[in-house]
């Protein structure tokens, strides 16, 4: 009897073709599968404005995206799991929400610096805490009621998006509250709970002049802000600042 043949030494012929076979299968996929792939992206770029989507400033898609990923984590939030599937149906859920229910764009300008930004939180919190002693005791206190008024005040902040978090920072402080903001003039009407004497009068604009000074160092200082292009898209019938009239000019009444 002969001896058995080893399998490596001399593989059958058909198993050798066999796995030409899966090889070439292999390669051809794979070029149909990227070709496939470079036309879907090349037809997305053609038909979808990936660019435009996004935006055509850096800080505009750098906003777009952190929405997007912001989304995808309260989508994963929702469901309590992190897996592969909530992150990739949060992320198409977030791009649909963004896409077919799309907010006003906001006007990024400016760029945040760290240390003025904790100075403002630490300003918030001393604010809130002397604020809310004062409108404690001006609710216990003996005598007659406070007289509240609102006051008119012109801010030099110049961003919207940053005008806005100034405004929540007024909210935010026991003792005064922001009625009406007019965006074309940059002038906050304020209500203020005391206003019984000059000195409570002086004391709010100073507090004003302050946060105002605190937020353009953090947000927007004058050598680093540059406006969006869709900074003052909303104005009503284009009329900018340099169009009032100089009596338009008061400070408060």
Known sequence: MGQPRDAGQNPDPGDKRVRRMLHNA???????LAWSLTRSVVWLKNHLAINRWLGADMRVIGLRLWSIAWLVFVWILLWGTISWANVITGLVVAIGVVTILPL????VEGRIHILPMIALTIRL??????????????????GRQPMGAVLRARVHIKSDMV??????????VPG??????????????VHVIDVSSPQQVERFYSMLTRTEQLFISAFERDDEWRPSPYHGIDDEFGVTAR???PGSEDVHQ
């Open 243 to 245: 169009h009032m009239s």
């Open 176 to 189: 005064t509250m922001v009625v009406e903001i007019d965006h074309r003039r940059r002038l906050l009407y």
């Open 163 to 172: 005008l806005t978090l100034a405004v929540d920072y007024l909210n935010l």
């Open 104 to 107: 006003p764009r906001v006007a």
């Open 125 to 142: 919190v001393v604010e809130f805490f002397i604020s809310s002693a004062q409108v404690a005791w001006l609710a216990i206190r003996p």
């Open 26 to 32: 292999w390669r051809f996929g794979f070029i149909a």
